[in-house]
């Protein structure tokens, strides 16, 4: 009996914590045309972890920009903050693993602390012991870190930006994967989900390489295959300054409220990303 290759499938996933904006239309497309090209699925995924940022308003608006823009999905959308057993069983998993410690430091003792690189590196002498973890039944209360592999290399093949190499302790340092409020961390979540969902091409900002190389690590970890990356250039303005949800004028709402059309707004993208890619 010959077995049916596994259907490759990419994914949309937006986080609802604003409404999207032009650089998100650039993404998302992009994501959308090498999904299509390829007979690839695609899944539509709201990534509404954080209870205090998200709002359903914002996943609902994102929906609708989407579908307006014509960018359509196969499965979903999926919400992250209904699979929260998944998230925890991978903390579980990676507890048990020996992968994982509770940290009382917060984010924000970090930058001045240790500012490296791309972004602080979590002091290493501010780190707590794997062993610790066994005295906890969940995750609640303290926030929880992942013990990166002290000086590995961890090379990748990205899509858009070719061979990428990030080090650990050079490039990031251990990294949250649970929250002290409760909240799962976005490089666990995406890595489970990912995996759960086959995802096999994730197609997001240049903003994200170095978490690339952190979820590789997680994959690893769970024992799940990485999918493949391919990462845009992040849109910027005329004036080379990179586009935010805060970015007055430039929203997917407001657009299509001046009466732009789909057309309209992913000519804008196109160029907001060239921009990107000139500067």
């Not at 509404?48 to 998200?54: A, I, M, S, V």
């Not at 091409?201 to 952190?214: H, N, W």
Request: some cysteine; hydrophobic content about 40%.
């Amino acid at each position: 009996m010959v077995v049916p290759a596994k259907m490759e499938c990419g994914r949309l996933a937006p986080t609802p914590t604003g409404f999207l904006h032009i650089g998100h239309a650039a993404t998302f497309s992009v994501a959308h045309r090498r999904a299509r090209e390829r007979g690839s699925r695609l899944v539509l995924r709201i990534e509404d972890l954080d209870p205090q940022r998200c709002k359903n308003e914002f996943a609902q608006a994102a929906i609708e920009d989407l579908q307006w823009l014509g960018l359509d999905w196969d499965g979903g959308p999926v919400f992250q903050s209904a699979r929260r057993e998944l998230y925890l069983a991978a903390w579980k998993k990676l507890r048990d693993g020996g992968w994982l410690y509770p940290s009382t430091v917060s984010r924000r003792e970090i930058p001045s602390l240790a500012p490296h690189g791309e972004e602080p590196v979590f002091p290493i002498e501010l780190r707590g012991e794997t062993r610790e973890a066994a005295g906890f039944e969940n995750p609640e209360g303290v926030n929880w870190r992942f013990r990166v592999p002290d000086g590995e290399t961890v090379s990748f093949t990205d899509g858009n930006f070719g061979a990428v190499r990030k080090t650990a302790l050079v490039d990031f340092g251990d990294f949250v994967v649970w929250n002290r409020d409760g909240v799962p961390a976005y490089e666990l979540a995406v890595v489970v989900d990912d995996a759960a969902m086959g995802v096999t091409e994730v197609v997001r900002g240049a903003d994200l390489l170095t978490s690339t190389a952190r979820q590789i690590l997680v994959h690893r970890a769970l024992g799940s295959a990485p999918p493949a990356w391919f990462h845009c250039p992040l849109a910027v303005d005329a004036q080379g300054r990179r586009l935010a949800k805060r970015t007055a004028g430039l929203s997917i709402r407001e657009l299509r409220a001046a009466g732009k059309s789909p057309r309209d707004v992913l000519e804008m993208a196109a160029s907001a990303a060239a921009h990107s890619s000139l500067a």
